[in-house]
């Protein structure tokens, strides 16, 4: 078998990216380890910035999204019973959208069969092959025989635990990490949300976050200890300690249900660089993780795909290899941008084990910036609705 371009994994990244191709005329063949049942039962994020959104569209997979997305035009920030509100439109002249990875990935699914694109599931024991050569291959087994794939160049998007990424040598390599001493425990529930818009609130028992993804399913969050359980969770519990974080007024209009999934996500910061080894790129989670406070995630992903999909098609279209060759630079510049303010956020809005008066006075003091200054607020919103790609 052979193709232009093989994509490994078959996430929101991999199928963005083989849709952007193949509706170019550059084939594409994506190999996914998991079903695509499994694929579409992962819970994500789902705040959108205008650069995805702009991004869904071109690829022919935004129809759905303009239909049931929410546009949020701010979100609160609460601290000591105080709400404070970033007005987007007013602080930088943009919004973002709601809309939930799960159907941004079956919006892309569809899009991708419509196309008659390939996809491989149910990939074991993949192995990248002659990266630095001129003629690299990928192989895997699937039902107990063995496979492979030619191709021109590689796209990695199997994620942080993804093969791709450890393919580069160790010592060309370089990562950077930040593992935070707490996770998230989440909570979705058929109950309509608590507002219209996300409340990130700090709290000295720990943070907490009104999230939702349509009229009547919410998702929640509490920040907890590492060593914490989801069965330690029950949902009464779960209730109890979300309404004691949040602010009385919105506490007091919370509507409460069964939970319809419960999950624990640990936080960290992660870039590998470079992005490029030979043949082979990375996007994605494959090359870097944020911690969810800034909704950054899938962002990025998208952002690494726009920056490559532009390299590959003038390397097809023009035989131009400065979008290649320039990918790892230009990506890497938006991601450490996307790190610092995902950082900062987590920083200003969680309570660490180590923090001292001092620590938590800095966060009463950055808050208040948020509530009183216009530049404060312009910075949080640029960063927040996406910078330019």
Known sequence: ?????????????????????????????????????????????????????????EAGAGARMAREGFAHHGCYLSSDQQMIRVDFQEACGHKVMVYGQTEVTRDL??????????????????VLHDLKGGAPYVTWQKDGESHRLDC???????????????????????????????????????TPPVRDELIYANHPRGFALA???????????????????????????????LKARLPQDVAADLVTGPSIE??????????????????????GDAAHIVPPTGAKGLNLATSDVHYL??????????????????????ALARIWKAMRFSWSVTTMMHSFPQHSDFDRQMQRVELELLATDPAARKLFAEAYTGTPL
């Open 211 to 241: 999230s939702m993804r349509n009229e009547m399913l919410s998702r929640y969050y509490i920040q907890v200890p590492l060593t914490d359980k989801v069965e330690d969770w029950s949902d009464d519990a779960f209730w109890a300690e």
């Open 1 to 57: 078998m052979r193709t232009q371009v093989a994509i490994i994994g078959g996430g929101p990244s991999g199928l963005l990216l083989s849709q952007l191709l193949n509706k170019a005329g550059i084939s594409t063949v994506v190999l996914e380890r998991q079903s695509r049942e499994h694929v579409l039962s992962r819970i994500r994020a789902g705040v959108l910035e205008r650069c995805t959104v702009d991004l869904l569209n």
């Open 309 to 330: 999909s532009q390299g590959l098609l003038a390397h097809y279209n023009d035989n131009d290899p400065s979008g290649l060759d320039g990918y790892s630079q230009k």
């Open 152 to 190: 021109d160049f590689i796209a990695g998007c199997d994620g942080f635990h993804g093969v791709s990424r450890r393919t580069i040598p160790e010592d060309v390599r370089r990562e950077y990490e930040k593992v935070y001493p707490f996770g998230w425990l989440g909570v979705l529930s058929e």
């Open 109 to 126: 699914y569809e899009a991708q069969d419509a196309l008659g694109a390939t996809h491989i599931h149910g990939v074991e024991n993949v």
């Open 262 to 283: 419960k999950s624990i996500a640990p936080l960290r910061s992660f870039v590998s660089e470079p992005l490029r080894w030979g043949a082979l790129f990375l996007c």
